[in-house]
């Protein structure tokens, strides 16, 4: 994956973020999903994630956080517990968002949808729509996104969500894509501190660039799909996750890491 958008000034420190991503983890321990055992690849990606790339300043859970089934949240917050800087959550379409505010309640889980740095906000918004597979943001939402972005006006923004804002080339995952993004991007249009929009739901790797915002996506925990495939199909790709430095100048440092395959489940 290429560099996103090189920092200028290195001396000064970027805040340090984690995405995870599409986690789909069942209620039972052994669960599968597509024949990946879900648990135990969030637990080697995160293992890997804290060798490798702690420490952070926060970490974005972008929703699939479970596999239709409430009881995976607790397995969740067991395997979080000891996380020391906030985990945001966001619902996607396997999320059942009422019991995810219900049992990610407490620390280290933070489900406020605003996260405010000296020099950035990263502003999470609700794609999910109940019963669906793509999504949609209702009007509240945009003028939330569009309220907090003015309000802080001062600072660089990430804008989080679950559902891809762009076509990435895939029909079938296309389909079920952001509906009415020209809504969302009237709202960006508004707001030049806007710097990354970032999401996940598609279950790969994804860069791109519109109306000098970048566009990023990350791969899943678990299984991936075959990029530019019209029809489903599972890839062979290893799980995922992505690490971002934002800088206090604007500039981001990104990249996604796969597993190593001595290191899948
Ligand atoms: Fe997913």
Known sequence: MPVASRPRKRRNKPLRLLQFTDLHLTGDEEGRVKGMATLASFE???????????????ILLTGDLVQDDARAYLRLAELLSREEVPVHCLAGNHDLPVEMEGLLSREPFALSPVVQSAHWSIVQVDSSVDGAAHGELSAESLAFLDDTLGRFADRHALVALHHQPVPIGSAWL??????DDAGLFEVLGRHPNVRVLLWGHVHQAFEGMRDGILLLSTPSTCFQFVPGRDDFAIDGRPPGYRWLHLYPDGAIDSRVVWLPEDEWP
């Open 174 to 179: 296309d389909a079920i894509g952001l509906r």
């Open 44 to 58: 080697r990606c995160l293992e890997h994630a804290r060798r490798h790339h702690y420490p952070v300043d926060a």
